[in-house]
């Protein structure tokens, strides 16, 4: 009492018609791609961004009172992390927004 084997076979067949896309495909070599891009992006300026932040937060809490009195090291990391954090979603975004549009328009010239 089982499924008969062609009504198996055929059920098997139209399942896979419908399964994910295989990693071979260009459109999925292409998001990879343009997911690593992004990435890289956002670490590259996630780096200058701290970097940036980070001199002037900790001469600032150094020399301005102010900073010094109420400016602890949990804080002074939280400056810099927010900058860098900042930055690298920032820049990952654009860098994923520009790889689609390019795609989109790609595909827009392919049609007409």
Request: hydrophobic content about 45%.
């Amino acid at each position: 009492m089982g499924i008969p084997a062609d009504l198996r076979d055929a059920w098997a067949s139209k399942r896979k018609s419908f399964a994910i896309a295989s990693p071979n495909e260009p459109a999925v070599l292409h998001s990879k791609s343009s997911v690593r891009e992004a990435v890289q992006s956002g670490i590259k300026t996630a780096l200058i961004a701290g970097a940036v932040a980070a001199v002037p937060t900790l001469v600032g809490c150094r020399v301005i009172p102010w900073a010094k009195a109420n400016l602890n090291y949990t804080a002074q990391a939280l400056i810099i992390s927010a900058a860098s954090i900042a930055g690298f979603f920032i820049a990952a975004d654009q860098t994923i927004l520009e790889s689609a549009r390019e795609n989109s328009f790609q595909k827009y010239d392919k049609t007409t």
